[in-house]
């Protein structure tokens, strides 16, 4: 896989942000008012790792949800040369045949967070469809950079591929998501598979992902300074996670930042939102295009007024219940479709053959949403 890499100094001047929705305007004043956007520096990442005063991780009992999930946490080896990593496995309880899954990668800027962040909103979409959900504990930047936390994430893929019969998982009916960081590494593992003719792939679910490491698009410029998480923290992500001087340079990998890759073909279908008031818009839009242009399947929301989060942060305002709509509308397509509807595989997912799970890359806010 080549990467690509674009001279962007002379980039035009932006106008000002876009607005806020009306509902999302009082919060994310509020929200600033405690954690400014820019809040995540190198200095601070640790204390940022710290639990939010009135945020409680979800415990076993909340995932189980009345008694519809059995809730697992289980450690399984990791990629080769690294330690074991740690899965939550949350499985329909009553379901009669194998599930459909979703293989969830949290989020966190690649520097904080755990697998038990972002998975009430998973299994929110996923309890409705009869899914299972697993949530892979992935090792954060910058204690473990590239290629660690996307190679953890691959292994724990691997992992459940394989032991789908045990765990009464349908192999061909796994979507790969995430929001954020954890999109942007579920856009890295999902080129990882088709690169390595490994696990197959049905779809990838995107959720305003962290994509391009060059941190210079027009809504990274626009946005500095406002809403949630931007251009200076994401530089605080982007430079823990692949190492001083590497972030904007030429070598930096696609599977770290599914940006820079030269080919997006033979991908499965994909499902990209993203908010017009924030960091992450352009490069979102970009990368749905991208797909197009390589004749793939994409389909795109840009979620007016929308901050970064949005969604889980105000889930009562009327564009977040459009948003979680459009992406359960969309699920439900994916699984009607699949391999047992259509009896055939597609994208990522067409390779049955893999290869040694060794295969590397050669390029070797209180809301923690990023």
Known sequence: ??????????????????????????????????????????????????????????????????????????????????PDISLLICLPKHATTPTPTIFHIHGGGMIVGDNRFGLVEMLNLAEPLGMAVVSVEYRLAPETPHP??????????????????????????????????????????????????????LAQLLLSPMLDDRNDSPSARQMRGVGIWDSSSNETGWNALLGDGVRGGPE???????????????????????????????????????????????????????????DVVVPDAVISQDAVAARMAWLRRQLGTGPRAAGSRTGAGARSARRPRSGRDAGGTGTRTA
């Open 1 to 82: 896989m080549t990467t690509q890499f674009t001279d962007r100094s002379s980039a035009p001047p932006v106008g000002p942000p876009p607005p806020f929705d009306p509902e999302l305007a009082p919060v994310i004043e509020i929200l600033t008012s405690l954690r400014s956007p820019d809040a995540y520096r190198p200095d601070n990442i640790v204390e940022m790792r710290a639990p939010v005063p009135g945020v409680e991780a979800p415990t076993d009992e909340v995932l189980a949800r009345g008694g519809t999930y059995t809730v697992e946490e289980r450690t399984v080896p990791g990629p080769d040369g690294g």
């Open 148 to 201: 660690g936390p996307v190679e953890d994430c691959y292994a724990g893929l691997v992992w459940v591929s394989d032991h789908a019969h045990e765990l009464d998982i349908d192999p061909e009916r796994i979507v790969v998501g995430g929001a954020s960081a954890g999109g942007g590494l579920a856009a890295g593992v999902t080129l990882m598979a088709r690169d390595r003719n490994g696990p197959a792939i």
């Open 252 to 310: 930096v990998s696609p599977y770290a930042a599914p940006s820079r890759a030269a080919d997006l073909s033979g991908l499965p279908s994909t499902f990209i939102d993203v908010g017009s008031a924030e960091t992450f818009r352009d490069e979102d839009v970009a990368y749905a295009s991208s797909i197009w242009q390589a004749g793939g399947r994409a389909e795109l929301h840009v979620w007016p007024g929308g901050f970064h989060g949005f």
